[in-house]
């Protein structure tokens, strides 16, 4: 029994002395910390290890005038690996509390984050096409501060967040010094999300899956959608009967332009063929937007390490774009991709112990790779 106890004596001194003194073994405990204050665990222990991390307001310039971002950093001022994310749409903004939480967690693991966050996108439920500029600026102000590391600064984002960000690191204005890319939940083509949403099914290799898009998904594709229309007065009748309410009359739905009674037929649900037909006569314009917004369009020009995250149940994006998007970028070397079950979206939610365990373990090799930037 001594001898056993004192082999377990040098195999915890060892194990500490790895934690404390290797690169590798210092991102090994801080992912676990991680792990544990950003899942639904019993224990969280990272405040243990780590000061309080500050957080503060940040603005930068764009050629549209000033923004307002929020950063969390730990407060020694030490220069550290940063990581600028987009919000995406949210309604609660920097307040949401799983900001919050994210912000914390990843100041203790060693980074210094910076949130970007449209209120014009996250409250009115559409999309902004002009938050890839903001996210070239802010990532060009962040770069520059001196708490941060310029060589080890990356992006992420969450859903449309995510998207946006691949924009952004695909920009030549920054895409030479992108570190990386977290995406979480990412669409990789918005005209292949717009297709799935409308004909309620995801397709990925020629297979089609019934798919139900939320109702925020579907909210934000109708605005979209009916923005495009030709006629105010379609766009008025549509935008009350779909955003805002209530239902608009009878008479006014029958006096709508036959665009607007395309709208209608594909915000209502079409089969996939119809819906591609349907799809075909919309305004050039709107192609041209959805395109716009579409990181298939520019992901030959990201250089960063693309790592890439989606729920396989999600009901917002279907998990197919970042599977389509993972596929297109599989002749680099510096793609990690990890599907998440039971996540809805982008919160976790085991049904069981073992759905729990199984998170944590798929959760810690991702964040792993992340992580260790900052170690």
Excluded at 33 to 41: A, E, G, R, W, Y
Excluded at 47 to 65: Q, S
Aim: glycine share 6%; hydrophobic share 45%; aromatic share 10%.
């Amino acid at each position: 029994m001594s001898w056993l106890f004192r082999c377990l004596v040098v195999v915890v001194l060892l194990v500490t002395l790895f934690g404390v003194l290797t690169p590798q073994g210092r991102a090994g405990f801080h992912t676990a910390l991680f792990v544990l204050q950003v899942l639904d665990m019993p224990i969280k222990p990272q405040a243990w290890f780590a000061d309080e991390p500050m957080r503060h307001e940040a603005r930068y310039e764009t050629p549209d005038g000033s923004r307002v971002a929020e950063v969390y950093r730990l407060p020694d001022g030490k220069p550290r690996a940063a990581a600028l994310l987009s919000l995406g749409i949210t309604d609660q903004g920097f307040d949401d509390p799983n900001v919050i939480n994210l912000g914390n967690a990843l100041a203790r693991a060693g980074y210094v984050v910076m949130f970007q966050w449209s209120p014009g996108m996250g409250l009115e439920r559409n999309i902004d096409p002009t938050v890839p500029d903001d996210l070239v600026s802010a990532f060009k102000y962040l770069e520059t501060q001196d708490y941060v590391d310029s060589d080890r600064v990356g992006l992420g984002g969450f859903c449309v967040g995510a998207s946006f960000a691949l924009l952004a690191a695909a920009d030549a204005r920054i895409s030479d010094r992108v570190f990386f890319v977290n995406a979480f939940g990412p669409y990789y083509d918005a005209e292949m999300l717009m297709l799935q949403a409308v004909s309620r099914s995801m397709v990925y290799q020629d297979e089609h899956t019934t798919w139900q898009p939320t109702s925020l998904t579907m909210r934000v594709l109708s605005h979209e959608l009916i923005k495009f229309l030709e006629h105010p007065h379609d766009v008025g009748v549509l935008t009350r009967h779909y955003l805002e309410g209530p239902v608009a009359d009878p008479e006014d739905l029958e006096s709508l332009s036959p665009s607007a009674r395309t709208v209608m037929r594909l915000i209502g649900g079409v089969g996939r063929e119809e819906a591609e037909e349907l799809y075909a006569t919309l305004p050039p314009d709107f192609h041209k937007f959805l395109a716009g917004i579409s990181p298939s369009t520019h992901v030959a020009n990201i250089r960063a390490r693309l790592m890439v995250m989606h729920d396989r149940s999600d009901l917002y994006v279907p998990v197919a774009e970042s599977r389509r998007l993972v596929e297109a970028t599989q002749d680099r070397t510096s793609v990690y991709y990890t599907e998440l079950p039971d996540f809805r979206h982008l919160t976790p939610s085991p049904e069981s112990v073992s759905a729990l365990l199984t998170q944590a373990s798929m959760m810690y090799r991702h964040m792993y790779a992340i992580i260790r930037i900052a170690s």
